[in-house]
């Protein structure tokens, strides 16, 4: 059975650090990985997904890698900004989601 | 405006009553999926959706029922023999089972 893990639990970092996500999963047989993105009290927003073929993906000032043979994600930060602060959640896709229990990021001024 | 739209944003239900929480989406997807999130618990999935008139349970179907009548709407309800319904409830579809999937906004229920 597929498990997924998210360290760390929680991040507080001054503005303008850049940062580091990791997601780690059990089952290396995933069709690809998913990062999202929530706020308090809303739904999830998709950031970016790597093809299971893929070994990154970036969008802007994310920027996501894959090890499908350690079973590991990293979603990298540049430049955090005050508004990055949100919960960050990785999922392994195989026929559906599932997904581990997030980093709650907070970036101070 | 493509997207998925999830109603009510929030919803009381009294102990013993059924409930019935609303998915819609017009992005042409096949897939659908209802995801149940606890405070400081990851998504958990209750039923999915291959394709209409198809459906499978998750990890958590036990007090929860669902329909897939239609492409586009994918409803859940939440049964009095849910325990523990006080959560926050997320749909979601993809084009296929295994491709990226898209969130609604959700829905808060709360048991009074």
């Known amino acids: 059975k597929q498990e997924v893990t998210q360290i760390p639990a929680a991040l507080s970092v001054p503005e303008g650090e850049n940062l580091v996500l990791n997601c780690s999963f059990t089952d290396s047989a995933i069709y690809n990985l998913q990062w999202f993105r929530q706020d308090p009290g809303k739904g999830l927003t998709s950031l970016l997904l790597?093809?299971?073929?893929?070994r990154e993906q970036t969008s802007g000032r994310l920027n996501a890698s894959l090890d499908k043979s350690s079973g590991r994600s990293t979603l990298y930060i540049a430049a955090s900004q005050p508004g990055d602060s949100a919960t960050y959640l990785c999922?392994?896709?195989?026929?559906?989601?599932?997904f581990g229990t997030g980093t709650r990021l907070q970036v101070f001024p | 405006d493509g997207g998925i739209t999830q109603s009510p944003k929030y919803l009381f239900r009294k102990e013993g009553q059924n409930v019935t929480l609303s998915c819609e989406q017009n992005?042409?997807?096949?897939?659908m999926y209802w995801y149940r999130q606890d405070p400081g618990q990851g998504l958990r999935l209750i039923y999915y959706s291959q394709i209409v008139n198809d459906f499978q349970k998750g990890d958590i179907a036990e007090g929860y029922s669902v329909s897939r009548e239609k492409k586009e709407s994918f409803p859940l309800t939440v049964t009095s023999a849910q325990k523990n319904p006080t959560a926050f409830y997320l749909c979601?579809?993809?084009?296929?089972?295994?491709?990226?999937?898209?969130f609604g906004q959700g829905t808060r229920l709360t048991v009074v």
């Open positions: 992005l042409n997807h096949d897939a």
């Open positions: 999922a392994g896709n195989t026929d559906k989601l599932i």
């Open positions: 979601a579809s993809s084009m296929a089972l295994g491709t990226e999937a898209f």
């Open positions: 790597i093809q299971s073929s893929q």
